[in-house]
């Protein structure tokens, strides 16, 4: 129990050598860093679902995959996984966003990541707004048409 805790002391040099994280999987050594990550940013002992802990496991999870795309760029099942990782982060960034600001300011600032979060959508996503737009246009067009056949006389008349 003394030695899982990284109470090493009582140990021998050989024994301290053989049970330090040098010698770890990576496997294991991911896992670390990512209850190192939640031990940092969870709220309260027991908490592991708040927006700003899963972002923060998602971006350890994130690091580690780009570290290994690296090495292995045509590991396409892998590059499948990390975008899914990186949409996921995305959204939960946008939901951090939206109902506590100062909580995701203070996350990305932590992470060493960008604010480039949007909470106004882009106008290709509002597709009723953009054909209210495109009718406007059209009937503007329209106007302008009747009011140019008005002043010439309908386009009939005497040619000089």
């Not at 939206?98 to 995701?104: A, L, V």
């Amino acid at each position: 129990a003394g030695a899982a805790a990284g109470g090493f002391g009582e140990l021998s040099e050989p024994l301290r050598r053989m049970l330090s994280m040098e010698n770890a999987s990576q496997g294991e050594k991911n896992a670390m860093e990512i209850r190192e990550t939640v031990q940092k940013f969870q709220r309260h002992e027991t908490d592991t679902g708040s927006p700003e802990t899963q972002i923060a496991v998602w971006t350890t999870r994130i690091t580690v995959m780009q570290a290994h795309m690296k090495d292995h760029h045509k590991d396409y099942a892998t590059k499948r996984v990390l975008m899914q990782l990186v949409a996921n982060r995305r959204k939960m960034m946008k939901y951090l966003k939206r109902t506590n600001e100062e909580r995701y300011f203070e996350t990305i600032k932590s992470l060493g990541l960008r604010d480039v979060i949007s909470l106004i959508p882009p106008l290709a996503f509002l597709p009723a707004k953009a054909s209210l737009a495109a009718e406007a246009k059209q009937r503007k067009r329209v106007q302008m048409r009747n009011n140019v056949k008005s002043r010439s006389g309908g386009g009939k008349g005497k040619r000089r």
